[in-house]
């Protein structure tokens, strides 16, 4: 059963720049599709971008069009969110996750994901 990781939350100031990476615990054979989510402490979860197995295809929510990007490198099994002109509101705890897409698509609900890392947490300070 595949598990995933998350890395490189932290700290940092408003304006600022930080790197998220998700890689899985174990060994991976089929394509996945992959997402990132995160949620601020007193709120639900939320979607924040997704990206499909070739990387061809992303998806943002609003808030951060423009700011965040999602990209892959499949041969480290990897996938990253680099965000950047981080906002005090960007402050939550970042879940990366994956669900096997035998038809190369992308999914943007929570529900639609089976694989989920523990999180990292990102805190934007002003």
């Known amino acids: 059963q595949v598990q995933l990781v998350e890395s490189g939350g932290g700290l940092v100031q408003a304006g600022g720049s930080l790197r998220l990476s998700c890689t899985p615990s174990?060994?991976?054979?089929?394509?996945?599709?992959h997402g990132w989510f995160r949620q601020a402490p007193g709120k639900e979860r939320e979607f924040v971008a997704a990206?499909?197995?070739?990387?061809?295809?992303?998806s943002y929510t609003d808030s951060v069009k423009g700011r965040f990007t999602i990209s892959r490198d499949n041969a480290k099994n990897t996938v990253y969110l680099q965000m950047n002109s981080l906002k005090p509101e960007d402050t939550a705890v970042y879940y990366c996750?994956?669900?096997?897409?035998?038809?190369?698509?992308?999914?943007?609900?929570?529900?639609?994901?089976?694989?989920w890392g523990q999180g990292t947490q990102v805190t934007v300070s002003s």
């Open positions: 990206i499909n197995w070739s990387g061809g295809i992303t």
């Open positions: 996750a994956a669900e096997p897409t035998p038809t190369g698509g992308i999914m943007l609900r929570e529900y639609e994901y089976d694989y």
């Open positions: 174990g060994r991976t054979f089929s394509p996945y599709a």
